[in-house]
């Protein structure tokens, strides 16, 4: 069966510099929400969108954007990265409507900022 | 604000013991709570789900439980096995919310 696909799996980026990750849902899912989870914490909520339109936002950083396009895969944009932005950044997906639905993630991206 | 609690942090138990993890959360008001197994350095991979109105869900060796107005859940790994080693967390979905609020996990080492 067809899983949540991130890109890239890795990235190294220098501070100061920007980031783009992605996230490709399970076909039909309709809702994407990215996670960030810190060397040995748990996964923190960043934000969320509903048919390309955002729908909870939790700590994100305001040098953080994100969007929902057309075909639902959706980006992280980062930007003016810092050390403290190095983490496991996780994209799940659900399709809103079907009673009781679970979060289905991707294997993440890891983000170092050197 | 909702807050979920696991304990024990860390756990090693010798191959073939049954053992229970803990989760606790502080907001009964929860639609429904998802168990999640996550190897060093990977992704999370989904064990079990259950709603609010359920009390327990099995796949396996794995039970879950849930006890809403009590704030907890409990997750029951039967016969464990090396393989079982890895950190689980729990998470909650609040009612009126679609995000999951993650908890601080317990840290799994089953020795052979």
């Known amino acids: 069966a067809a899983g949540v696909i991130q890109s890239p799996r890795h990235l190294i980026k220098e501070k100061r510099e920007t980031a783009t990750l992605k996230c490709y849902p399970i076909?039909?899912?309709?809702?994407v929400y990215w996670y960030q989870q810190g060397p040995g914490q748990d996964p923190q909520f960043l934000i969320s969108f509903y048919e390309k339109m955002q729908s909870d936002k939790g700590s994100i950083p305001d040098r953080f954007s994100a969007q929902q396009f057309s075909d639902y895969h959706s980006e992280l944009n980062m930007s003016s990265l810092e050390l403290g932005d190095s983490a496991l950044y996780f994209c799940?997906?659900?399709?809103?409507?079907?009673?009781?639905?679970?979060?289905?993630f991707g294997s993440g991206t890891r983000l170092t900022v050197v | 604000k909702q807050e979920v609690t696991q304990i024990p942090a860390a756990l090693s138990v010798p191959e073939g013991e049954n053992l229970v993890l803990n989760c606790s959360f502080t907001d009964s008001a929860i639609y429904n709570l998802q168990w999640f197994r996550q190897d060093p350095g990977k992704g999370l991979t989904s064990l079990l789900l259950?709603?609010?109105?359920?009390r327990e869900q099995t796949s396996g060796r794995l039970n879950a439980s849930l006890d809403k107005s009590s704030g907890r859940s409990t997750l029951y790994i039967a016969a464990s096995q090396p393989g079982d080693s890895a950190t689980y967390l729990c998470a909650v979905r609040a009612e009126g919310t679609y995000k999951y609020i993650f908890g601080t996990g317990t840290r799994l080492k089953v020795l052979a």
């Open positions: 259950i709603q609010s109105s359920q």
């Open positions: 799940a997906s659900t399709q809103l409507g079907t009673e009781g639905y679970g979060y289905t």
């Open positions: 076909p039909r899912h309709d809702t």
